[in-house]
């Protein structure tokens, strides 16, 4: 995934205008809230007729983003920037590009979204937006995500990792013990948010890397509220029915539960376009273009490789020949595409994704992970 990291800070203040509607502002062009469990929001403010925004001051929010009504392609030629204010300094960032996120979710969508930007703790936001040769889409809005404490947990937090055990009493050939996963309960998701009913592909014979290009250097207490904001996100700015990510890992190696379905279940995600049926997405958080990713996150992502393509018995150091259900990922829908088992998304989609650094590591991660599998 490609989400935007903020600009460096810039010196000085710029007085705050109040985050309300305008004198004359029909209902239409108000800004509207949607207050989560756990304390969560979005914020939304339309931009009609593709207008920008004049720096404000807003409800508390750490990650924003636009939407819109209709494909992805709809901004082609058109500038996007924000910038926004620190909550905690009162200063204002650069402008920061925001661009159509065309690469990662489901195989069909309605909706266009741009790339999330990650801001931190922010109070305010401007927008200049010049429309391209076909003008602004209808629906365009801003959403400001404020990822709360995270729901009340109504389950189990974390499930505990398997002891690794020698055969006969171990896994069967091929398979490695589950690690330690926090469940969505662990990370506060709010289950209202998302489609009740859950999908399911077939057995998962490959797994993508991605990186959710948000800060590297951030405390590992803190990723709840990283993953809760983007589960917000690509939901009530994205459409689409979860998270996209199957499994998301942080820098400390600990996994966290993506999209609902159960973890040991082919849940079908959205988060390689084309590549969606009969594969996970594991988003590492962090940006790995030049940032080394961590020991224990690559160690984590080798556990979690090794289990979930254990479950069907394929070796993580093996093949896998998927189909493309889409002419926009990096083959033509119909082609047959012979993957590593576990592969960069870039391997599927014209992308950086997981960052030059983090790609670098995939020969070695899928030897690790074929040696914690019981041969």
Not at 131 to 153: E, I, M, N, Q
């Amino acid at each position: 995934m490609r989400l935007s990291l903020p600009a460096a800070l810039l010196a000085g203040c710029t007085a705050a205008l109040l985050l309300q509607p305008a004198a004359g502002a029909t209902p239409s062009s108000a800004p509207r809230r949607h207050d989560f469990a756990g304390g969560g929001s979005t914020t939304t403010l339309p931009l009609p007729a593709g207008t920008g925004l004049a720096p404000r001051g807003t409800a508390p929010f750490e990650l924003l983003g636009l939407g819109w009504d209709g494909p992805a392609d709809a901004l082609a030629g058109a500038v996007l920037r924000v910038r926004t204010r620190d909550a905690a300094t009162g200063r204002w960032s650069g402008w920061h590009r925001l661009e159509a996120d065309a690469e990662d979710g489901p195989d069909h969508t309605a909706h266009g979204a741009t790339a999330p930007l990650w801001t931190g703790r922010s109070d305010g936001v401007a927008v200049e937006f010049r429309p391209g040769p076909a003008g602004a889409p209808p629906g365009l809005r801003l959403d400001l995500v404020d990822p709360g404490h995270g729901a009340a947990p109504a389950a189990v937090r974390t499930l505990p990792a398997e002891p690794p055990t020698a055969p006969p009493a171990g896994p069967a050939k091929g398979q490695a013990p589950r690690p330690r996963i926090v469940t969505r309960a662990g990370w506060g998701a709010d289950e209202s948010l998302r489609d009740p009913e859950f999908e399911y592909t077939g057995p998962v014979r490959e797994v993508f890397v991605h990186h959710t290009a948000t800060t590297t250097d951030y405390a590992c207490a803190d990723a709840p509220r990283v993953v809760r904001a983007i589960y917000q996100y690509h939901v009530k700015t994205n459409g689409w029915r979860d998270i996209g990510y199957n499994f998301l890992v942080d820098r400390c190696g600990t996994v966290y539960e993506g999209r609902a379905g159960g973890v040991d279940q082919p849940v079908h995600g959205a988060h390689t376009l084309g590549f969606n049926t009969d594969s996970a997405g594991v988003a590492a958080l962090g940006t790995y273009t030049g940032d080394q990713p961590s020991r224990p996150l690559l160690d984590g992502l080798a556990a979690l490789a090794a289990w979930k393509l254990g479950l069907a018995a394929r070796p993580a150091d093996g093949r896998a020949r998927l189909t493309s259900s889409s002419d926009a990922s990096r083959y033509p829908k119909g082609s047959t595409v012979d993957f590593d088992a576990v592969s960069g998304h870039r391997d599927a989609f014209d992308t950086e994704c997981p960052g030059n650094a983090l790609y670098a590591r995939l020969p070695a991660l899928r030897a690790a992970a074929a040696r914690l599998q019981t041969r």
